[in-house]
Nanobody, 124 residues
Framework: QVQLVESGGGLVQAGGSLRLSCAASGRTFSSYNMGWFRQAPGKEREFVAAITWSGASTYYQGSVKGRFTISRDNAKNTVYLQMNSLKPEDTAVYYC?????????????????WGQGTQVTVSS
């Protein structure tokens, strides 16, 4: 089991940037692939980005590709989501999650451990 705590959310104007962090407890963090998801009001939770346990491979949802960057620091037990060129439609609660599935995956059910979420609001 790994416990996850997100931080770094806030209010930003369109075109601005934010960096989200997800701190993990437990000595097995480096064995998990990690993902970021988001949920806007009235909508289902959706995949944003994922990264392999080593950081060697990443995977993005099409609407964030080129604007968002997922990375991790296994020495710090932390995964990051750098968000640039933010748009009002990026407004959501952002969650990090951990998966033991070998391949990178966008499926919510492949992620067994979730954080509590951090709010990102982008004003127009």
């Amino acid at each position: 089991q790994v416990q996850l705590v997100e931080s770094g959310g806030g209010l930003v104007q369109a075109g601005g940037s934010l960096r989200l962090s997800c701190a993990a407890s437990g000595r097995t963090f480096s064995s998990y692939n990690m993902g970021w998801f988001r949920q806007a009001p009235g909508k289902e939770r959706e995949f944003v980005a994922a990264i392999t346990w080593s950081g060697a491979s990443t995977y993005y949802q099409g609407s964030v590709k080129g604007r968002f960057t997922i990375s991790r620091d296994n020495a710090k037990n932390t995964v990051y989501l750098q968000m640039n060129s933010l748009k009002p439609e990026d407004t959501a609660v952002y969650y990090c999650a951990a998966s033991t599935v070998v391949a990178l995956t966008a499926r919510l059910s492949d992620y067994a451990n979730w954080g509590q979420g951090t709010q990102v609001t982008v004003s127009s």
